[in-house]
């Protein structure tokens, strides 16, 4: 069978930094996908990682390790802004497949 | 400005009633799909469409349909046989078929009374 685990909540506060981890079990695997979205709102993508290592972007980066089946998402200096899901996703034979979502609430 | 675009926002229909639900997009991707959300869940893919023509089921395809008759526009009918049809459904395109990156519209909110 194909499965994403990701934690189904995670609480910070504002400046900090969170980790939200993503372990994977699928058929074929091209890369690991990471989106956000606002309540009620559309997902948007954050980043993209293909091969093993940490691809940065601002205050975001994202992990993967293939051989562990394994990425997180790495937010720094939060900001309040920042309260919202976050969803892995694999990449493999055939279309994306999403995780169930980890909802980030950032306290004051 | 290029995206997509859902239509309705919000939509209400009555048991037994069909519904079809919009997408357009203006980006030029060759790809689309349509997700269902639940609360609390992750997307689920119900079919995508990987050019003009084309489309094949995903996951949870029962109880719905759509067709492409034009490479901009993606629209997905809630058929009567679909037992849970309440839901948040999200529209999305990319480039091309099993690429990383897709856009997603703002989604139309689906309540059967």
């Known amino acids: 069978g194909q499965s994403l685990e990701q934690p189904s909540e995670v609480t910070a506060v504002e400046g900090a930094i969170v980790q939200i981890n993503c372990t994977y079990q699928?058929?074929?695997?091209?890369?690991l996908s990471w989106y956000q979205q606002h309540d009620g709102g559309a997902p948007t993508f954050l980043s993209y990682?293909?091969?093993?290592g940490l691809e940065e972007t601002g205050r975001f980066s994202s992990f993967l390790s293939r051989s562990d089946s394994y990425g997180y998402l790495l937010l720094q200096e939060l900001q309040m802004k920042d309260s919202a899901s976050y969803f892995c996703a694999v990449l493999g034979q055939g279309n994306l497949i999403f995780g169930k979502g980890t909802k980030l609430s950032v306290k004051p | 400005d290029g995206g997509i675009t859902q239509s309705p926002k919000y939509l209400f229909r009555k048991e037994g009633q069909n519904v079809t639900l919009s997408c357009e997009q203006n980006l030029n991707h060759d790809a689309m799909y349509w997700y269902r959300q639940d609360p609390g869940q992750g997307l689920r893919l119900i079919y995508y469409s990987q050019i003009v023509n084309d489309f094949q089921k995903g996951d949870i395809a029962e109880g719905y349909s759509v067709s492409r008759e034009k490479k901009e526009s993606f629209p997905l009918t809630v058929t009567s046989a679909q037992k849970n049809p309440t839901a948040f459904y999200l529209c999305?395109?990319?480039?091309?078929?099993?690429?990383?990156?897709?856009?997603f519209g703002p989604g139309t909110r689906l309540t059967v009374l």
């Open positions: 999305a395109s990319s480039l091309v078929l099993d690429y990383n990156e897709q856009f």
């Open positions: 699928t058929s074929g695997f091209y890369g």
């Open positions: 990682n293909g091969l093993d």
